[in-house]
């Protein structure tokens, strides 16, 4: 079983900045890609930013320029650096990820953490 723990989420004022963690553990062979996904109050879902194993990114035309993604494969661990935060970033961040495993090629989601941008 694999499983996808986030971290880093809280209360920031607008402009401020917050680092997200998410570590993945189990039965790992490899990790494909993986990614931050938003939902907010009363929205669907959205996809923030995505990378790869080779570290081909996309953001969200929403937090180009602001938020920045990065992982590290030898600690299976992606990040999420976010500044000049915006009250519209509020939301339940949820890490994604492709993960290879013995029983098969599974997409994982963690719990999510929240964040709250507000003054």
């Known amino acids: 079983q694999v499983q996808l723990v986030e971290s880093g989420g809280g209360l920031v004022q607008p402009g401020g900045s917050l680092r997200l963690s998410c570590a993945a553990s189990?039965?790992?062979?490899?990790?494909?890609?993986m990614g931050w996904y938003r939902q907010a109050p009363g929205k669907q879902r959205e996809r923030v930013a995505t990378?790869?194993?080779?570290?081909?990114?996309n953001y969200a035309g929403s937090v180009k320029g602001r938020f920045t993604i990065s992982r590290d494969n030898a600690k299976n661990t992606v990040y999420l650096q976010m500044n000049s935060l915006k009250p519209e970033d509020t939301a339940v961040y949820y890490c994604?990820?492709?993960?290879?495993?013995?029983?098969?090629?599974?997409?994982?989601w963690g719990r999510g953490t929240l964040v709250t941008v507000s003054s």
């Open positions: 189990g039965k790992i062979f490899s990790i494909n890609a």
């Open positions: 990378i790869t194993s080779g570290g081909t990114i």
């Open positions: 994604n990820a492709w993960v290879f495993t013995p029983e098969g090629y599974l997409e994982v």
